[in-house]
């Protein structure tokens, strides 16, 4: 069975600007303005979304009703949660490095990259089996845990994919492996 999968990362938020983690935060109202004027996307037989306003706002903004999907949730990141990346890596810059440099760390309290790619490819492995064409709106640590599921690199390949706000990952599935579209 074919399944064409679509992944939307949502649109900039002041924390994206400030790099900052983020909270459950609200877009830049110029970016509700640019994803309103990006391109139609196709016809889709499910369009889901993750539970984040910014992501929900972004499907909104796209024209596209979308389901909520919890597996789509941003990557947790503990307490680090709203505080400022720099201010990390002064404050705790052996914890930082380790969290950046190991899937498995999860010096925050939250998530590890090990857990949320396989969070992520067990709902891409659904989707396979499902077929058809499938939007989904979440963010850049989704779609790179995507994209290095895909292309069955290491985990420490995380880093070197750069997923910007509104982007379009395409990939696709004939049921028995996905494929990155470019």
Request: net charge positive; with cysteine.
């Amino acid at each position: 069975m074919n399944t064409r999968l679509t992944w939307i990362c949502h649109g900039a938020t002041a924390a994206s600007r400030k790099a900052r983690f983020p909270l459950d935060e609200r877009l830049e109202d110029k970016t509700l303005d640019k994803a309103g004027k990006m391109a139609a996307l196709p016809q889709a037989e499910r369009i889901v979304t993750s539970p984040a306003l910014r992501a929900r706002q972004t499907a909104t903004a796209l024209g596209l009703e979308a389901e909520i999907e919890q597996r789509l949730a941003d990557c947790d990141n503990g307490r680090w949660a709203g505080r400022p990346i720099a201010a990390i890596g002064t404050e705790e810059p052996e914890n930082l490095m380790a969290w950046m440099s190991d899937p498995k760390a999860t010096p925050h309290g939250g998530e590890n990259f090990l857990n949320l790619r396989r969070r992520v490819s067990g709902w891409m492995d659904e989707q396979s089996l499902l077929g058809g064409h499938v939007i989904a709106i979440s963010h850049a640590a989704v779609i790179r845990a995507a994209v290095a599921h895909v292309l069955k690199a290491p985990l420490a390949s995380f880093w070197l994919v750069d997923i910007e706000p509104l982007a379009v990952v395409r990939m696709t599935s004939n049921g028995q492996r996905w494929s990155l579209r470019l």
